[in-house]
């Protein structure tokens, strides 16, 4: 009897060439395959919710794969994977049966993704690789005021990468916030989908807006335009994380 199993898993970007696997480096999926084979004795192939890019984290990215027989122990299982994955910044937090017609990336609803810039003069350590520098001010009430602009359904052209391969560049963000929490500025994005480097050309603009070099009605003046050269450069991937996968 075949079974579909989704996995929950966390990750750091730093190092891999991204989610999906490539010939040009090491990726999180081919690593989490081989542990996965290795565990269940079988060639195991996953389906994963997003392709995160090089250098970007999770905290929940999910994935599901189909196997033969059933996985009796669930602790037994998580504890022997990530013992093939200790040498990697890399943990399986979850295991869950599903129905045999659920698609890790098909099934998804929503996704929502966080950003945090680290806004102070000091180099990070603790936070290194994981947030933002950013050592001029920036001013959080001016970002307020552009937020809005990309709620809602937009043609995203202006915020996709050269080499995005999506189709269709309008997309509908659902949920957008923004909150200051000591010396870290931290945004929530939720869409059902996105383009890629959307988030991170997103936070590229407000961080000109919250710096004085935009006026926030900027952001709307770069939507409607549909043009890449017109849009901020892009957020650094380590700032990045993919926090929940909504189904």
């Not at 040498?87 to 966080?114: C, M």
């Amino acid at each position: 009897m075949i079974n579909n199993y989704k996995i929950t898993i966390e990750y750091l970007g730093k190092g891999f060439v991204g989610w999906q696997i490539q010939k040009n480096g090491k990726s999180i999926q081919a690593i989490i395959e081989t542990a996965l084979s290795k565990v269940l004795k079988n060639k195991i192939k996953i389906n994963g919710s997003g392709r995160t890019d090089t250098g970007v984290n999770a905290e929940a990215q999910c994935a599901n794969f189909l196997y033969k027989r059933k996985i009796q122990n669930k602790f037994k299982f998580l504890s022997s994977v990530n013992h093939f994955l200790n040498k990697f910044p890399i943990s399986i937090t979850n295991l869950e049966v599903k129905k045999l017609n659920f698609h890790a990336r098909h099934s998804a609803k929503k996704r929502l993704y966080e950003y945090i810039i680290s806004n102070r003069e000091s180099k990070l350590a603790i936070d290194k690789d994981r947030a933002w520098l950013v050592k001029k001010k920036l001013e959080v009430k001016r970002i307020k005021k552009a937020i809005k602009y990309f709620k809602g359904t937009h043609d995203f052209s202006a915020f996709r990468s050269s080499s995005c391969s999506a189709k269709n560049p309008i997309r509908k963000i659902s949920m957008i916030s923004v909150k200051k929490k000591k010396d870290k500025i931290i945004f929530l994005i939720e869409s059902k989908s996105f383009l890629q480097k959307q988030v991170r050309s997103m936070v590229g603009c407000l961080k000109y807006v919250g710096e004085s070099k935009w006026k926030p009605e900027r952001v709307k003046e770069v939507i409607d335009s549909k043009k890449r050269e017109n849009c901020a450069p892009p957020a650094p991937p380590e700032g990045l994380y993919l926090k929940k996968i909504f189904y």
